[in-house]
């Protein structure tokens, strides 16, 4: 048996996939260190892992938002998105790295597994000249693949592929601006963080490090990615986690009988501060219909949201593998993870998401047919109203989200992390 070392970043949709991969890998009699934020360790020390927090600025809180990104306030659009990965990110590389460089110290590592955002590995993919003497570092990818392609935008602006002619002019300067431009000063925030622990400047690009693992494991279908002609061959698909159980069934659960439309609404776990971005415009939206409306807080006392109409049903938190299988169509704001667990059970969807990677994810859903993408984070309730109503009234959407469930239900995917770790560790050993 192996001994992995798990590092993440300590974000709800970073954290809990790597942590359920953990579990999984304990339950194969692997040894698992899991490092990250100290919110966590409960969770992690309970699947029989071993918790090591981050240091510094790299331990935070992600349920507070203004003890980790107190300025946020004061950008909008492409602004607030590069203060989001320069704080969360790009700031904390330091920190990660250190915790990381702690544990190799003191423990023999088998492999290294992290999320595909945790940049405090950066530096030892980096040190090229280096690479035999670490263990292999393997990477998960847990929001939308982020790789520059000659048939994609970057990632950030929400855009669909393009492999024509034009489209490639279109993708070369889009590229190019960004690694020049729009994303100069993330960039920046990079290399002063390799200069702070020592770390010769690199010419990877921040936002592009994907190709620089030994193995990028992309959770979701492969179709939903957008086709690129130069992938990186690092790069496989490996579908989706199990969706999360273990909540308690509210007393109104016996309302899903079957007999109504059933129109699930979350805000995630973190961006569900402010109702008023989707799930009370949702709420407002179907008030009227013949639906059932049916909020999930994402961990939020459900009386915080107040009176509600008589087809809407509420909950702190709702079994994903028991809801999901009764839904008709998701509204969410874009979270990665529970857009998968959706397509997974084969569930269409409308995305209104406008922070992180959820415009990404929101015109990946588009793209693909699966779903309706609203563009924006803050839709009004006749932009919901119409989108739910087109989805439940056009079969197409919910063919091509089962076709997507067909799909990854043909993939075990923590058994293909497990033989590609394995697959890593005896390429190690016989170098």
Avoid at 35 to 60: N, Q, S, Y
Avoid at 179 to 185: E, G, I, N, P, S
Avoid at 261 to 270: A, C, D, K, L
Wanted: aromatic share 6%; net charge negative.
């Amino acid at each position: 048996m192996s001994t992995y070392l798990i590092c993440s970043t300590p974000v709800h949709g970073h954290a809990s996939p790597l942590a359920v991969i953990g579990a999984h890998l304990v339950s194969q009699g692997h040894r698992v260190i899991m490092l990250t934020g100290t919110r966590f360790a409960e969770k992690i020390e309970g699947a029989g892992m071993e918790f090591v927090p981050l240091e510094g600025r790299a331990d935070f809180d992600d349920r507070d938002v203004e003890s980790y990104l107190p300025d946020r306030d004061r950008y909008r659009g492409l602004a607030q998105a590069q203060y989001d990965i320069q704080n969360i990110f790009v700031k904390t590389i330091p920190a990660q790295y250190r915790s990381v460089r702690s544990v190799l110290e003191r423990e023999h590592i088998d492999a290294i597994l992290v999320d595909g955002a945790f940049g405090g590995v950066s530096p030892l993919l980096a040190d090229t000249a280096a690479a035999v003497q670490r263990p292999p570092i393997l990477a998960v990818g847990v929001t939308p693949l982020t790789q520059l392609s000659r048939d994609t935008a970057p990632a950030g602006l929400g855009m669909a592929p393009s492999a024509t002619p034009l489209g490639r002019i279109r993708n070369r300067a889009l590229n190019a601006l960004a690694r020049r431009v729009l994303f100069r000063d993330t960039q920046r925030a990079a290399q002063a963080a390799f200069a702070e622990i020592g770390a010769p400047k690199s010419a990877l690009f921040v936002m592009d490090i994907s190709g620089a693992f030994d193995r990028f494991l992309q959770l979701g279908p492969a179709t939903l990615e957008y086709p690129r002609g130069d992938l990186t061959p690092n790069v496989r698909f490996v579908g989706a986690l199990p969706s999360e159980g273990g909540a308690a069934l509210p007393d109104w659960w016996g309302d899903l009988d079957g007999s109504r439309p059933v129109v699930h609404v979350t805000q995630g776990t973190i961006d569900n501060h402010d109702l008023d971005r989707l799930i009370r415009p949702t709420i407002a939206a179907l008030a009227d219909d013949d639906v059932l409306v049916v909020v999930s807080m994402g961990g939020r006392p459900a009386q915080g949201l107040g009176e509600v109409p008589a087809n809407v049903r509420v909950a702190d938190y709702l079994p994903y593998d028991r809801l999901l299988p009764l839904t008709d169509v998701v509204v969410t704001n874009g979270g990665f993870g529970g857009v998968q667990a959706a397509l997974a059970a084969g569930v269409p969807l409308v995305v209104a998401g406008d922070t992180e990677d959820k415009p990404e994810v929101a015109a990946r859903v588009g793209w693909s047919g699966a779903g309706i993408n609203l563009r924006t984070g803050t839709p009004a309730p006749d932009a919901v109203g119409s989108a739910v109503r087109a989805v439940l009234a056009d079969a197409g959407y919910r063919a091509r989200a089962r076709r997507f469930a067909e799909e990854l239900a043909g993939l075990d995917t923590l058994a293909i992390i497990d033989e590609e770790l394995a697959a890593a560790v005896a390429g190690s050993s016989a170098r």
